[in-house]
Nanobody
Framework: QVQLVESGGGLVQAGGSLRLSCAAS????????VAWFRQAPGKEREFVAV????????PCTDAVKGRFAISRDNAKNTVSLQMNSLKPEDTAVYYC?????????????????WGQGTQVTVSS
């Protein structure tokens, strides 16, 4: 069992940066693949980035490629999402999600542990 808590969201101007953190409970967190998803009002939840238990990450979704980066620190049971050059279209609730395995899935229904989400708002 893993519990996830996101933090680091907030209001930022376009071009600014934020760093989101996902703190996990559970001794076996290092065995989980963790992803970030986001959901804007009226839109479906979309994949942002993923890192497996070995620290390998898959390319971020095209919309954030080159601006966002995911990383994990298993010693601290945390996964971070560094977001640079933010745009108004990045405005959404950001969720971290986890499942026990190594495949870096991009589909939200394949993840069975979710945090409560953190709001990111980018003003123009």
């Amino acid at each position: 069992q893993v519990q996830l808590v996101e933090s680091g969201g907030g209001l930022v101007q376009a071009g600014g940066s934020l760093r989101l953190s996902c703190a996990a409970s559970g001794r076996t967190f290092g065995s989980y693949t963790v992803a970030w998803f986001r959901q804007a009002p009226g839109k479906e939840r979309e994949f942002v980035a993923v890192v497996n238990r070995n620290g390998d990450s898959a390319p971020c979704t095209d919309a954030v490629k080159g601006r966002f980066a995911i990383s994990r620190d298993n010693a601290k049971n945390t996964v971070s999402l560094q977001m640079n050059s933010l745009k108004p279209e990045d405005t959404a609730v950001y969720y971290c999600a986890a499942y026990f395995g190594t495949t870096m899935f991009r589909l939200p229904y394949l993840y069975n542990y979710w945090g409560q989400g953190t709001q990111v708002t980018v003003s123009s």
